[in-house]
T-cell receptor
Framework: DAKTTQPPSMDCAEGRAANLPCNHS???????VYWYRQIHSQGPQYIIH???NNETNEMASLIITEDRKSSTLILPHATLRDTAVYYC?????????????FGKGTRLHILP | NAGVMQNPRHLVRRRGQEARLRCSPM?????VYWYRQLPEEGLKFMVY????????ESGMPKERFSAEFPKEGPSILRIQQVVRGDSAAYFC?????????????FGPGTRLTVL
């Protein structure tokens, strides 16, 4: 089972920041938080990951709380092409157990 | 550098036939993962392979399903005697090496329809 909890759906106006929350209260000290998204009918796309520090790349920012029990993915200027299902994932560490456990994700609707 | 390639993109089979799904990982990647996505559901892990080895097949159904990743050529997911419940999108992902920090790169998927 997925170790994360996300709202099933969210709306965001085009051009505004989209803030997607994720709870992972049972995360272990050596587990990272990963975010993927799946645009309709496509394969999942990696967005960003982090351990405990906030991270930023060209796609998004990841804010992880100090106790690491929750995080927020921020898309700074959402566009219609950001409409997708966003998955927050906690990755197990062992190399022999490297599979991704996907939960149900958050379906993000960007409104024009 | 081409991404992960899967073929065919769409596959139609009648009940009882065999389905073969192929996955070519990104250049330089030696780890392949297969996932299945039933309609309106999230992706479910099936199997994790390295060249010529199955590392984790905990998500594979015990019967009719098999996977391989030979030394040369693509990874193959094989489904024998398909049933309607096998209709799903099958995604392959690859990564360059084991480890926590390496994101998996996904292919476009094969959509299997069983009539």
């Amino acid at each position: 089972d997925a170790k994360t909890t996300q709202p099933p759906s969210m709306d965001c106006a085009e051009g505004r920041a989209a803030n997607l929350p994720c709870n992972h209260s049972t995360i272990s000290g050596n587990e990272y938080v990963y975010w993927y998204r799946q645009i309709h009918s496509q394969g999942p796309q990696y967005i960003i990951h982090g351990l405990k520090n906030n991270e930023t790349n060209e796609m998004a920012s990841l804010i992880i709380t100090e106790d690491r029990k929750s995080s927020t993915l921020i898309l700074p200027h959402a566009t219609l092409r950001d409409t997708a299902v966003y998955y927050c994932i906690v990755r197990v560490e062992s190399g022999r157990d490297d599979k991704i456990i996907f939960g149900k994700g958050t379906r993000l609707h960007i409104l024009p | 550098n081409a991404g992960v390639m899967q073929n065919p993109r769409h596959l139609v089979r009648r009940r009882g036939q065999e389905a073969r799904l192929r996955c070519s990982p990104m250049k330089g990647h030696s780890h392949v993962y297969w996932y299945r996505q039933l309609p309106e559901e999230g992706l479910k892990f099936m199997v994790y392979l390295q060249k010529e080895n199955i590392i984790d097949e905990s998500g594979m159904p015990k019967e009719r399903f098999s996977a391989e990743f030979p030394k040369e050529g693509p990874s193959i997911l094989r489904i024998q005697q398909v049933v309607r419940g096998d209709s799903a999108a099958y995604f392959c992902a690859s990564s360059p090496w084991e480890g926590l920090r390496n994101e998996q790169f996904f292919g476009p998927g094969t959509r299997l329809t069983v009539l």
